[in-house]
């Protein structure tokens, strides 16, 4: 069963980008050799820590959106652990998440939905309303002269 | 029927006359006080006041907020205090979901660095 993860982790900031693209280069190759698949990779930049990490002040953040199994996840943990230039990192599950927002948005998707064939009618009735107040104070008005 | 009883209490039992005599209206006053201090202790939260807050309103339901990151600390950063404490909701105002969802994240954020632990000396 694949579930989806999010990892990110922290890379020290005196290592060059280059160094920073080959490390996620090294790891997408164990993802997608363990079986996984690597939704995406967003590299937010050097921020300054909240605390002091290895000496360090400020760190290159790292994200990963991956697909795999516990298994693989396991073995990307170790090689971030392992790995030199990361000081720190975080593998977060997301799929019960996902599901969740996903039911959510379906539900709320269901819920325009009807609302909006009632718009659908409604700019028809609003505009048939408007247009029918307008007709209906019209032969009002025309009525009321006539019974007055 | 119980004007006629306390009366008879209370020449009874000197000793016991906080007893009875407070049982009396006592008894009736903290079964009528538990649930009343629960009405504006719900909301405003029992800080000793007699008067309840404006009951505040959680800023994630009405927002419709549902997912909270960790990676959001701007938004994170409204719910922790100055010394890097997690601010308790009956501050804040945050539904028990929401409060929970807000922890969890808070804590995600801590152990990568986006939040402090513990700040300022």
Redesign the interface.
């Known amino acids: 069963m694949e579930r989806f993860y999010e990892v990110?982790f922290?890379v020290r900031p005196d290592i060059e980008d280059a160094d920073v693209d080959k490390l996620i280069a090294g790891l997408e190759q164990t993802i997608t050799n363990g079986g996984g698949n690597l939704r995406s990779t967003e590299k937010?930049g050097r921020?300054k820590?909240?605390?002091t990490?290895r000496k360090f002040n400020d760190?290159n953040y790292v994200?990963l959106t991956v697909d795999a199994d516990g298994k693989l996840v396991a073995e990307l943990e170790r090689r971030l652990r392992v790995s030199e230039p990361v000081i720190?990192?975080?593998t977060?599950r997301m799929d019960e998440?996902e599901k969740?927002?996903n039911k959510?948005k379906a539900i709320r998707a269901t819920r325009k939905k009807i609302s909006a064939q009632v718009p659908a009618a409604a700019p028809v009735a609003p505009a048939a309303p408007v247009a029918a107040p307008v007709e209906a104070a019209e032969p009002v008005a025309e009525a009321t002269p006539a019974t007055a | 029927m119980a004007d006629e009883t306390t009366p008879q209490r209370a020449p009874e039992s000197g000793s016991h006359s906080h007893g009875p005599s407070s049982s009396g209206p006592g008894g009736a006053g903290p079964r009528t006080g538990g649930p009343r201090s629960g009405g504006p202790g719900g909301p405003g939260g029992p800080g000793g006041r007699k008067f309840f807050r404006r009951k505040k309103v959680c800023k994630f339901c009405t927002e419709k907020i549902?997912?909270i990151p960790?990676?959001d600390v701007r938004l994170l950063q409204g719910f922790v205090a100055e010394r890097g404490k997690i601010v308790p909701r009956r501050l804040t105002g945050v539904c028990t979901t929401h409060q929970r969802r807000l922890t969890r994240a808070i804590k995600?954020a801590?152990?990568?660095?986006?939040?402090?632990?513990a700040?300022r000396y």
Not at chain 2, 110 to 117: E, G, T, V
């Open positions: 990110m922290i937010l921020r820590l909240a605390y990490v760190g994200l720190k990192f975080i977060v998440e969740r927002l959510i | 549902d997912a960790y990676r995600q801590r152990n990568i660095a986006l939040l402090a632990f700040a």
